[in-house]
């Protein structure tokens, strides 16, 4: 296959791009790349659903165009819509020289919005289609989608059908609000973004904070983990790991200690009870930060 | 056999393996896995996994069947070992449907332990006409309703069909008479009259139905009520597409796939399942919690109605019950509670777990009868007497 994307290859381009990927999700996205299909993420709030498809445009150079979804999403905020200011002033103009009714549907009326952009892509993998928060869309909208997915092509009345040449990345992001349709779910890829292991958590602070002691950011990665033990409302995800350990920075902390501890929760924990349940065990969670020494 | 066949058949088998094991992928996903198969051939148990996961399983709900399926299919073809330690290094992610409540250390009193003034306040004065009517209603199939009670239920289902509580949506529509100028509607009828703007169009919000959310007790006496207001669930659920079901007895269990499809068979067992580990007295708040947690949390029961069915016997500390109520009401725009006990006139709420839910709702219904299930579905609409 001309397409082909070695996974190892991959994931090591993205670590390189800034993003730690295991094996499941490097995986994942190589099959949405090498099969030009698009790859569903879920997984909780904060663990970096978002930055995936950011990571994976920077490592194929491509164009990241972002869609946040929300209720009531139409063609008019997705795909496209007319300048009807400067149709009307068209109209006009034609009136003033009576000319002939100007072409009203010409590309100079056309504003692309995410979708129709997207399939405007000039040579293969040039851009990223980051589709966010799919659930928080109707079912109108996912209805739409599946077209969209099928053909990437989107069908304008006024101007017919505008196919992409070279179909973008597509990455669907999901927080698991509703379900999806099975109808959307059996055209992606799928992959849950799981909390990281404590390692991969250590890696990936340090990554993105390149001045944060070590030690801080292996006592924030096991405090983190220790609080992910614990029954709450909001388990802390990667962003709020890496709010943290910048909050501690900040604070001027060499390692999480007592002192910092109550300090720095509300960068962290973002429930009154769930602050109240980690003060409740505070000893504990700052052994485990302290754990492997 | 060439090489394509190869990674057909192996897609195909999987795919069957899957279904044998309640996980439907599906032809289009098993295609998928084949053509990934072909684009980037897996060459190590990992790799392997990882492809078949990305391609075929349709969600995190379904990966312990996925697994079981995998080690069955791909374990009969290799080193079924190997497999098996890949498997078991896999995080297990949060589980989300029929998620295990926490366990208690405490040892929850048998039911004969409760304080016998309580159990008679609430049960005693007429105990022989719940006995006959739990009776009737436990021992008869729907089918086998009488004339006067099949009547009843048919009015009833006629009502929900027709009432529903509505929001305004953020979609519009066209409309003669809305609230909204259409631009580009009204240019493209100016187009056919040589570029005069001769007719207004205009667009208004459309209209939603509010999400309903049923959480049943289906634990002891109140397993024919739950069975009752399922079936009601069911029926609402044809006309509304935001219903969803859940059933408790010690552990949440989300009936919401199968309020559509499945028969009554199906939904039957798996309240079966649900009872299972019911051992005498219910975890209501636990269940809340879960409830609270995995779904409310999200937004399943934003700007809806929650009915919640339960007699209140709550097994362990009724302080839950208020906490999570009182969660929940943060996140539903209204909470209906049916207690079939309530329909005595000697009734009062002694039950802990149910004393203290009450500051937090905003109906509270026997709903024991067809009758007074009226009562339900105008609470639910927000008509309450």
């Given at each position: 296959m001309p397409n082909s994307v070695d996974v190892d290859d991959l994931r090591r381009r993205l670590l390189e791009a800034g993003y730690v990927a295991d094996a499941g999700l490097a995986t994942a996205l190589a099959c949405a790349v090498a099969l030009e299909r698009a790859v569903l993420l879920e997984g909780d709030?904060?663990?970096g659903k978002t930055d995936a498809a950011r990571a994976l445009a920077s490592v194929f150079g491509a164009q990241l165009l972002r869609l946040q979804c929300y209720e009531g999403l139409d063609l008019a905020a997705a795909a496209y819509d007319w300048n009807y200011g400067k149709q009307l002033l068209a109209i006009r103009a034609a009136e003033g020289s009576h000319e002939?009714?100007?072409?009203?549907?010409h590309d100079e009326f056309l504003i692309r919005r995410p979708l129709l952009a997207?399939?405007?892509?000039?040579?293969?993998?040039?851009i990223v289609l980051l589709i966010d928060e799919?659930?928080?869309?109707d079912d109108e909208f996912e209805a739409f989608l599946l077209e969209f997915l099928a053909d990437f092509a989107i069908s304008i009345p006024e101007r017919g059908t505008v196919a992409a040449s070279h179909p973008p990345i597509v990455v669907l992001t999901s927080n698991r609000t509703r379900d999806l349709h099975d109808a959307l779910k059996r055209r992606c890829f799928y992959h849950w973004i799981g909390h990281p292991s404590v390692e991969r958590e250590i890696e990936i602070l340090r990554l993105h904070?390149?001045?944060?002691a070590p030690a801080l950011a292996a006592d924030v990665a096991r405090a983190s983990a220790a609080l992910r033990e614990h029954e709450l409302r909001k388990a802390p995800g990667i962003s709020e790991s890496l709010d943290w350990a910048q909050t501690l920075q900040l604070l001027g902390a060499q390692r999480l200690g007592a002192d910092v501890f109550e300090r720095s929760l509300g960068s962290v924990l973002k429930y009154p009870e769930d602050i109240e349940t980690a003060l409740a065990s505070a000893t504990s969670i700052i052994a485990a930060a302290d754990g492997g020494g | 056999m060439t090489r394509s066949d190869d990674e057909v058949t192996t897609a195909a088998g999987f795919d069957r393996a899957l279904r044998a094991r309640g996980?439907?992928?599906g032809t289009r996903r098993a295609r998928t896995f084949a053509e990934v198969l072909l684009a980037l051939p897996a060459r190590s148990a990992s790799e392997l996994y990882w492809r078949a996961r990305a391609a075929?399983?349709?969600?995190?709900?379904?990966l312990d069947a996925f697994h079981v399926a995998f080690l069955e299919f791909f374990g009969a073809l290799g080193d079924a070992d190997a497999l098996r330690r890949l498997v078991r290094s896999v995080d297990a992610p949060p589980?989300?449907?029929?998620r295990d409540l926490p366990q208690r250390e405490s040892i929850p009193p048998a039911?004969?332990?409760?304080?016998a003034d309580e159990r008679l306040a609430e049960r005693a004065p007429t105990q022989w006409i719940m006995a006959s009517s739990e009776h009737r209603l436990t021992d008869?199939?729907?089918?086998?309703?009488d004339e006067s009670e099949r009547a009843a239920m048919l009015r009833l289902i006629a009502r929900v069909r027709v009432a529903g509580e509505y929001r305004t949506s953020r979609r519009r529509r066209a409309h003669a008479?809305?609230?909204?100028?259409d631009f580009r509607g009204t240019l493209r009828g100016a187009s056919r009259t040589?570029?005069?703007?001769l007719r207004r169009r205009a667009s208004r919000r459309r209209e939603r139905l509010r999400p309903v959310v049923f959480i049943l007790d289906v634990s002891g006496s109140m397993a024919p009520f739950a069975r009752a207001l399922l079936q009601y669930a069911r029926v609402t659920a044809v006309a509304r597409p935001a219903v969803r079901a859940f059933a408790f007895a010690t552990r949440l269990t989300d009936l919401t796939p199968l309020?559509?499809?499945?028969g009554d068979e199906r939904l039957m067992s798996a309240i079966a399942s649900a009872v299972r580990?019911?051992?005498?007295?219910?975890r209501i708040g636990a269940a809340l919690r879960a409830f609270n947690d995995g779904f409310a949390q999200r937004g399943a029961a934003r700007g809806g109605t929650v009915v919640i069915l339960s007699?209140?016997?709550?097994?362990?500390?009724?302080?839950l019950v208020g906490t999570e109520l009182q969660r929940l009401r943060r996140l539903a725009r209204r909470i209906v509670w049916v207690n079939?006990?309530?329909?005595?006139?000697?009734?009062?709420?002694?039950a802990r777990g149910m004393a203290a839910a009450l500051p937090y709702l905003d109906a509270f219904l026997s709903g024991h009868s067809l009758r007074t299930l009226d009562a339900v579905a105008d609470a639910i609409e927000g008509r309450i007497a």
């Open positions: 709030a904060g663990v002939h009714t100007p072409d009203l549907y997207a399939l405007g892509a000039t040579r293969p993998r040039g799919i659930d928080r869309a904070l390149p001045q944060l | 996980v439907v992928a075929m399983l349709p969600s995190i709900d379904d589980r989300r449907q029929a039911p004969s332990d409760r304080p008869k199939a729907f089918e086998d309703f008479h809305g609230d909204r100028f040589a570029g005069e703007l309020l559509k499809r499945a580990d019911y051992g005498g007295g219910t007699d209140g016997w709550e097994r362990d500390d009724p302080a079939p006990h309530k329909r005595h006139a000697a009734y009062e709420p002694l």
